[in-house]
C-alpha cells in the first residue's frame, strides 16, 4: 500500500520562505513530483526527485532523503502569486502500473503581505 | 500550441443521467489519464490509457467508463451508477507511460455538479 502524507494548509508572509514537508510508504520508490496547483487550475510541474539531495531551481528548491521517506519543497522569496496547493505525488513501481505516481493531499499554502 | 483541452469547463448532470467529459491532446502523448479530485483530497485515478484501444482501471473506476478509440481522445462518461460525481475532474497525457523521470501534463479541468 501507499501512504503520503503533507500538511493541510500553511501561511506565509510575502518575502519569507516557507518549507513544505512530504513523507511517503511505499512499497517501491521511483521518483518523486511536486506539482503546483492554483484554484480551479490544472497542476502544474514544478519537481522531480529520484536521487537524495537538493535540487534547486530558481526560488524553488526541493529535497528528496529515500531512505527517511522524506521530501520537502523549499520556497524563497514568496510572491502573493505563490499561494496556491502543492501536491507531492510519488511513483511506486510495486502498484498500479505503468509508472503512474500517487498523489498526496496536497498542501494550501497562503501568502499573506 | 500543444497542449491538452478539456470541455466543457462546467457541466451539470441531472439525477440518473450519463454525462460525457471530453479530452484531447495534440502533443502526440501515448499515454492518458483521467483524475477525480475533491475538496482537502488529493488527485484519484480512474482510468489510464496507454496505448489505443486499450485502457485500464485506476482505483476509483466504478461508475465511470471510458474509451480510447483515437490517440489524441480520451472521453470519460460519468454514469448514473456513480452516487456521488460532483467533483473535478482533470485529464492528463505523458509520452508513453513507461517511464519513470516522465512528467503529467494536465488539462484545465471540467468542474461536474450534479442537479
Known amino acids: 500500500g501507499q501512504n503520503i502524507d503533507q500538511p493541510t494548509e500553511m501561511t506565509a508572509t510575502e518575502g519569507a520562505i516557507v518549507q513544505i514537508n512530504c513523507t511517503y510508504q511505499t512499497s517501491g520508490f521511483n521518483g518523486l513530483f511536486w506539482y503546483q496547483q492554483h484554484a480551479g487550475e490544472a497542476p502544474t510541474f514544478l519537481s522531480y526527485n529520484v536521487l537524495d539531495g537538493l535540487e534547486e531551481k530558481g526560488r524553488f528548491s526541493s529535497f528528496l532523503s529515500r531512505s527517511k521517506g522524506y521530501s520537502y519543497l523549499l520556497l524563497k522569496e514568496l510572491q502573493m502569486k505563490d499561494s496556491a496547493s502543492y501536491l507531492c505525488?510519488?511513483?511506486?513501481?510495486?502498484?498500479?502500473?505503468?509508472?503512474?505516481?500517487?498523489f498526496g493531499r496536497g498542501t494550501s499554502l497562503i501568502v499573506h503581505p | 500550441d500543444g497542449g491538452i483541452t478539456q470541455s466543457p469547463k462546467y457541466l451539470f448532470r441531472k439525477e440518473g443521467q450519463n454525462v460525457t467529459l471530453s479530452c484531447e491532446q495534440n502533443l502526440n502523448h501515448d499515454a492518458m489519464y483521467w483524475y477525480r479530485q475533491d475538496p482537502g483530497q488529493g488527485l484519484r485515478l480512474i482510468y489510464y490509457?496507454?496505448?489505443?484501444?486499450?485502457?485500464q482501471k485506476g482505483d476509483i473506476a466504478e461508475g465511470y467508463s471510458v474509451s480510447r478509440e483515437k490517440k489524441e481522445s480520451f472521453p470519460l462518461t460519468v454514469t448514473s451508477a456513480q452516487k456521488n460525481p460532483t467533483a473535478f475532474y482533470l485529464c492528463?497525457?505523458?509520452?508513453?507511460?513507461?517511464?519513470?523521470?516522465?512528467?503529467?501534463?494536465f488539462g484545465p479541468g471540467t468542474r461536474l455538479l450534479v442537479l
Open positions: 505525488a510519488v511513483r511506486d513501481p510495486f502498484t498500479g502500473g505503468s509508472y503512474i505516481p500517487t
Open positions: 492528463a497525457s505523458s509520452p508513453n507511460g513507461d517511464d519513470s523521470r516522465e512528467t503529467q501534463y
Open positions: 490509457s496507454q496505448i489505443v484501444n486499450d485502457f
